[in-house]
């Protein structure tokens, strides 16, 4: 089967080199990159994490754009037919794919892998980031905070997931935007409600916003609620994305992405510079959920301390109590960067190390040396635990990880007994949780704790 589609408004143009660049070649890593991320917005709704599972079943799918004298086209070529009705392709989707287009080739041309690596100052990485967003129209002026970042698993039981969308629906009321990882389970509930909410409060300008990474989006597909899609081009630029554009964070149950996540902004919250900063984090979930609650915060406590618990707002069970909570907490956002200048749509002002900026390679080399000891700066720590989450995810779910634990074995963290042991205890609660992979999948750790 093929597919011609002309660009819909708001494409930008492209030239013909770099029509030349997105052209299928064997050799080609940037068009199987495109070829893969295409793969996925195509594929949107199939219940699965398993990132070589669309590749396998659609392995003969290709994408190319064909220039023409007044533009171009995009040729799909066996593409996934859930993408279609009668024959049509979905807008949304479409819109998805064009995003894919337009990120794909930015940061390929504007911030080439060996660029990336090798920088070295943390406001360098900050600009690009914000170029990226800008690029993607994500940075629009705003007269009023109100993007509200949501984080937690793609793998969570049902009524957690209709928590999602009841918090979701409380801040849509209250006229609140959201930003999530894009994918299913905590990243589309959120949406869904606030989607229910805007249509009730006659609000056509609602914001969806996902953001995501190459290795991620095959295993994590955009959800169809996501109006506004930016790729970035690692884990890293996701999640300075997530806290520069955001107002607020709430973060419903998850598994090692989720706590990933938690490390990060409690890491970056945790430096002398940011005392002053107003960023809500909020974590809620339905009153099932508790044990989890009660997992992180034990480890967060034993791992950066009380300071670190006391940056945290645990709301259980309580959706209309979080939307307000957040809803309030939004003029003190506002006022904070009124009075420091700093603008409404990109926390310029928010110190992030370069340990939390850098890209980090989850190879077992790099996952073995990682230093696990209690005896280091707080800041630090975190930016270590952190990227031992990240590697765990990348083992779980992206391909290059999954790949490289059938090939070379489970990623082996060592550190103090202390800290080892309350990891090894908080990752079997989540694997018992079923919070690694989606229903149906039966989980084999990536990961062997020395304790």
């Known amino acids: 089967m093929r597919i011609l589609l002309s660009p819909l408004s708001g494409m930008n143009l492209l030239s013909q080199h770099e029509v030349e660049q997105l052209k299928q070649s064997s050799n080609s890593n940037l068009y199987n990159l495109f070829r893969n991320c295409a793969l996925a917005v195509l594929n949107v709704g199939t219940e699965s994490d398993d990132s070589t ?127 999530t990882g894009c994918g299913p389970g ?16 006659r609000i056509d300008s609602g914001r969806y916003l996902g953001l995501t990474e190459p290795s991620i989006i095959a295993a994590e597909a955009p959800n169809p609620i996501v109006n506004e899609l930016v790729i970035l081009p690692d884990i890293e630029k996701r999640l300075e994305a997530f806290v520069r554009v955001g107002h607020a964070i709430i973060i419903f149950p998850g598994g090692a992405g989720t706590a990933e996540e938690l490390l990060y902004i409690l890491g970056i919250m945790l430096h002398p510079d940011n005392k002053k900063q107003v960023l809500p984090i909020v974590l809620t979930g339905p009153k099932e959920s508790i044990s989890y609650f009660e997992e992180i915060a034990n480890f967060i406590e034993l791992t950066l ?43 310029w002002t928010l110190k992030i190390d370069q340990g939390f900026q850098q890209s980090f390679n989850p190879s077992h080399e790099n996952m073995a040396s990682l230093d696990l000891h209690i005896n280091q700066d707080k800041k630090e720590l975190a930016a270590n635990l952190r990227r031992a989450f990240s590697g765990i995810v990348a083992g779980n779910i992206k391909e290059d ?47 062997k704790i020395v304790t």
């Open 53 to 179: 599972a669309a590749q396998a079943k659609y392995k003969d799918f290709e994408i190319n754009l064909l220039s023409r004298e007044r533009g171009i086209k995009i040729e799909l070529v066996n593409p996934p037919t859930s993408a279609f009705v009668d024959g049509k392709i979905i807008v949304g989707i479409q819109e998805h794919l064009q995003a894919v287009i337009r990120d794909i080739l930015y940061n390929a041309n504007r911030y080439p892998n060996e660029r990336l690596a090798e920088l070295a100052s943390g406001a360098i990485i900050t600009n690009e980031v914000f170029e990226m967003l800008r690029n993607a129209n994500v940075v629009s002026p705003t007269d009023h905070p109100n993007l509200v970042v949501c984080w937690g698993g793609h793998s969570i039981k049902d009524h957690e997931y209709q928590y999602t969308k009841e918090v979701g629906y409380q801040l849509g009321l209250r006229k609140l935007d959201i930003c």
């Open 186 to 201: 905590a990243m589309k509930g959120p949406m869904k409600g606030a989607a229910l909410a805007h249509a009730k409060q």
């Open 305 to 347: 301390g009380q300071e670190a618990l006391d940056l945290i707002k645990i709301i259980p069970d309580d959706p209309k109590q979080v939307a307000r909570y957040i809803s309030e907490k939004m003029e003190d956002v506002r006022v904070y960067r009124k009075e420091n200048g700093d603008a409404y749509q990109f926390n």
């Open 401 to 447: 990880g999954v790949r490289s634990v059938k090939e070379h074995g489970q990623f082996i963290l060592d550190g103090d007994a202390e800290l080892m042991l309350a990891m090894d205890k908080l990752l079997e609660a989540f694997v018992q949780q079923g919070r690694m992979k989606l229903p149906g999948a039966k989980y084999e750790p990536c990961y």
